[in-house]
Each structure stands twice: as structure tokens, then as C-alpha cells.
């Protein structure tokens, strides 16, 4: 069974910086789509950033673009969410999802991954 786990989260200022990070764990496919998503206190949960390997990175939040950066490391099963200038507005659980033996994302629908880690929270404060 396949684990991710989630690290990296805490309380900062806004325009301050973290690095979220995400292990995966058990698995051995080199082909997935693996995403970032956040989800806010009553509202639903939403795709920020999306990293597949036929595809690279996508940023469908239009919001995060130019301040956040999704990336990985095959070596060490990690995908990364770096992120800059945070505002109040980034304020959520940070949930790391992937599904693996495909090259490209079935859509940005939480439905669409297989695995997902526990969360992270994110809290920027003005």
C-alpha cells in the first residue's frame, strides 16, 4: 500500500516563504500525477499545483502562479510545493494526492487520485 506523508507546514508572516515536501513510500512506478492541494475551513478542497510525468508542472489555481513552484526528486520519492510571498488567503491544510502507473492527470477533481497523505497546515497571518 502506497503512503504519503506530508511535512513542512507552520505559522508565518505574509510575504514569508515554506517548503512543503511530501514522501512517497511504497511504491516503484516512474510513470504518476502527483498534486498539491489545500483546503480552507468550509470550503471544498482545491487543486493548487499539479506535477505529472508526461506534462510537467501545472498550476490551475491562477492565484499561486509566480509564487509557487511544484517540483520533485525521483531519488528520494518527494515531491516538493515551494512557496513564496504567502498571503492570509493561502491559509489551509496542504494535502499532497498522486495516483501512479500514468503519464498524464485524469483532471484536477479530487476523485481523480488514488492516494493521499494526512495534510500539513499552512498559517499566514498579515
Known amino acids: 500500500q502506497v503512503t504519503l506523508m506530508e511535512s513542512g507546514g507552520g505559522s508565518v508572516q505574509a510575504g514569508e516563504s515554506l517548503r512543503l515536501s511530501c514522501v512517497a513510500s511504497r511504491y516503484t512506478r516512474t510513470r504518476y500525477c502527483m498534486a498539491w492541494f489545500r483546503q480552507s475551513p468550509g470550503k471544498e478542497r482545491e487543486v493548487v499545483a499539479v506535477f505529472s510525468t508526461g506534462d510537467g508542472d501545472q498550476y490551475p489555481d491562477a492565484s499561486v502562479k509566480d509564487r509557487f513552484t511544484i517540483s520533485q526528486d525521483n531519488a528520494k520519492k518527494t515531491l516538493y510545493l515551494q512557496m513564496n510571498n504567502l498571503a492570509p488567503e493561502d491559509t489551509a491544510m496542504y494535502y499532497c494526492?498522486?495516483?501512479?502507473?500514468?503519464?498524464?492527470?485524469?483532471?484536477?477533481?479530487?476523485?481523480?487520485?488514488?492516494?493521499w497523505g494526512q495534510g500539513t497546515q499552512v498559517t499566514v497571518s498579515s
Open positions: 494526492a498522486a495516483s501512479f502507473g500514468l503519464d498524464y492527470c485524469q483532471g484536477f477533481d479530487p476523485k481523480s487520485f488514488n492516494y
